[in-house]
């Protein structure tokens, strides 16, 4: 099992940055795939970004490609997410989840491949 804590939520204007991190403990953080979703207020859970377990292979949803970097660092137990070029459409409560995939270079966009999720934290990009 594996708990995963977020960080790095706030308020910024149009056009602003902010990066997350997701600090994972417990079971070794190599063994999952992570990704990044987001809830905005009345709208399902949807796929932000997510890297494989060896962090090659990284994807993203349309909505934010080229704006947002999704990374990993196995040595510190964190995985990050660099959003710039925020708009309002991007505000939303962020959660970072885990996968304990056997593969190494993939990663799913799905919810349900993920098993552990974290408590989110709440972006507001004001216009």
């Known amino acids: 099992q594996v708990q995963l804590d977020e960080s790095g939520g706030g308020l910024v204007q149009a056009g602003g940055s902010l990066r997350l991190s997701c600090a994972a403990s417990?079971?070794?953080?190599?063994?999952?795939?992570m990704g990044w979703f987001r809830q905005a207020p009345g709208k399902e859970r949807e796929f932000v970004a997510a890297?494989?377990?060896?962090?090659?292979?990284?994807g993203y949803a349309d909505s934010v490609k080229g704006r947002f970097t999704i990374s990993r660092d196995n040595a510190k137990n964190t995985v990050y997410l660099q959003m710039n070029s925020l708009k309002p459409e991007d505000t939303a409560v962020y959660y970072c989840?885990?996968?304990?995939?056997?593969?190494?270079?993939?990663?799913?966009?799905?919810?349900?491949?993920?098993?552990?999720w974290g408590q989110g934290t709440q972006v507001t990009v004001s216009s």
């Open positions: 417990g079971r070794t953080f190599s063994s999952y795939a």
């Open positions: 890297i494989s377990r060896n962090g090659l292979s990284t």
């Open positions: 989840a885990a996968d304990p995939t056997r593969y190494t270079t993939s990663y799913q966009q799905s919810r349900e491949s993920y098993d552990y």
